[in-house]
């Protein structure tokens, strides 16, 4: 039933942006935290941003803080990462995830299929 469906990777050069959505279904969404994360081929899931039910508190990891922006539309049923200053290290594989109730951001209980980021010259 939980449905989360992640779009807008692509590939961006290093400096670059890119703005990744997720749509979410099948449950109520403005009741949880969301969370984004992403993953290298060779390397394990690695927690991005989380943001709280209401948007009222967002969070980011160290690598990527000052440069992306997590936010979300409950009305659209949507939550979004906007990636500015793209460098290389970003390349990976990102997820938008459901934060479990009560649980901490990179505790998960559903994510989507992932849409791929790339980010070379």
């Known amino acids: 039933q939980v449905q989360l469906v992640e779009s807008g990777g692509g590939l961006a050069q290093p400096g670059g942006s890119l703005r990744l959505s997720c749509a979410a279904s099948?449950?109520?969404?403005?009741?949880?935290?969301m969370s984004w994360a992403r993953q290298a081929p060779g390397k394990g899931l690695e927690w991005v941003s989380g943001?709280?039910?209401?948007?009222?508190?967002?969070y980011y990891a160290d690598s990527v803080k000052g440069r992306f922006t997590i936010s979300r539309d409950n009305a659209k049923n949507t939550v979004y990462l906007q990636m500015d200053s793209l460098k290389p290290e970003d390349t990976a594989l990102y997820y938008c995830?459901?934060?479990?109730?009560?649980?901490?951001?990179?505790?998960?209980?559903?994510w989507g299929q992932g849409t791929q980021v790339t980010v070379s010259s």
């Open positions: 943001i709280y039910s209401d948007g009222s508190d967002t």
């Open positions: 099948g449950f109520t969404f403005s009741s949880y935290a």
């Open positions: 995830a459901k934060v479990a109730a009560f649980g901490r951001l990179d505790e998960y209980d559903y």
